[in-house]
């Protein structure tokens, strides 16, 4: 059943969309693996793949069959490890990507915790600022926090941060005190993200609920950065509350309209399909019980 092993290099070819990547990630030769994809395509008498110099692209009978052969390649895979780690403890190299200061605030807390009672786990965390396309990069998993886009990837949800809108006492003494939401429109606001429609904020005050069109000297997708933009007078910040609590404490932050309430923020854990190997699903689950608490704040 040589065509068995044959899509599974067909799907590792695709989704590097290179012969020399998918040899490199399989310790093959390209020559080798070029003519197993020629045999696959030889038995199934129809064209997969075209090959230019640089990349491959699929046909769109490559594409019909990399769809339904991928989650079958997916499953055996894991299948092999989560059977092969019944007899240990879960092990291997996890692949994480994790955007803006997400990692540095959320999850390095925890990490030493987790490889004290996984040691046979080790961490390859990537911190570039781009959002990774699982598919096709080499990643594990990603952890994201925001509203996520509409796609195929599977999102584990594993906590709600509570966030308020802050300022430092320098800028609110020079623009003036904010006494209802619409106030918020003559202000400069610092979101994480500008939708198709502009940045807005929703805010909510029991039944009443405003939507406030923003203007927006700065957008940044990292809490860090809001923090010390809010904190240097640059404008209003959305901020997780526990994140700037020291802050508010010691003066250089003020929490502007505390009447009225944001809707939480999520945290995900999102991976290109719902089988996950044994090292990544007991990472998921130990994130989702340390970060639990968020949901409580």
Known sequence: MDWLRDMALFVEVARAGSFTKAAQRLGLPTSTLSRRIQALERSLKIKLMLRTTRSVELTDAGAIYLARCADIVDAARIAHENIRDLANVPR??????????FGPIFIAPYLAIFRASYPEITFDLDMTPHRVDLAT?????ALRIGAL????????RL????VALYAS???????????RPEDLALHDAIPTRRGANGAHWTLSNGKEVRRIALKCP?????????RMLAISGAGIGMLDEAMVSQDVKQGRLVRVLPQWSLDRIPINAVTASRLMPEKTRVFVEFLAKQLAHLNHA
């Open 92 to 101: 291997g190299h996890l692949r994480v990507s994790l955007t803006g200061d």
């Open 137 to 141: 990069e080499p990643f594990d998993l």
């Open 149 to 156: 886009e509409d796609s195929s990837l599977i999102a584990r």
């Open 159 to 162: 906590a709600l941060l509570k």
């Open 169 to 179: 006492p320098s800028y609110l003494a020079s623009r003036g005190m904010l006494k």
């Open 218 to 226: 700065f957008i940044a997708n990292s809490l860090g950065m809001i």
